[in-house]
């Protein structure tokens, strides 16, 4: 079970990152909130450290993740 929880996760990161793309090519979004919201979910995790520190690797390394999705704009179509 523990390889199906590892797929799921990277189909649902998948699927995120084409309608993050998908909602800056309609413009509905621009890509300043785009950002925004992977900041958002960063930040969500970065303060979920130390509440359950049973779970604190996890929002350690989920928070990284989503901070080089940032830095690597695989969620943003940007101008060159």
């Known amino acids: 079970m523990k390889n199906h929880d590892t797929y799921a996760g ?3 990161l998948s699927i995120c990152e084409a309608l993050l793309l998908a909602l ?3 413009k ?3 890509e300043n909130e785009i ?3 992977l900041k958002d979910a960063t930040s969500a995790h970065e303060g979920a450290v130390g509440n359950h520190s049973a779970d604190d690797q996890m929002h350690i390394e989920v928070a990284k993740l ?3 999705m940032i830095a690597g704009g695989n ?3 940007r101008a060159n």
């Open 28 to 30: 509905v979004l621009p």
């Open 24 to 26: 800056n090519d309609a």
């Open 66 to 68: 989503i901070r080089q």
């Open 35 to 37: 950002i925004g919201v």
């Open 75 to 77: 969620s943003v179509r």
């Open 10 to 12: 990277i189909a649902a």
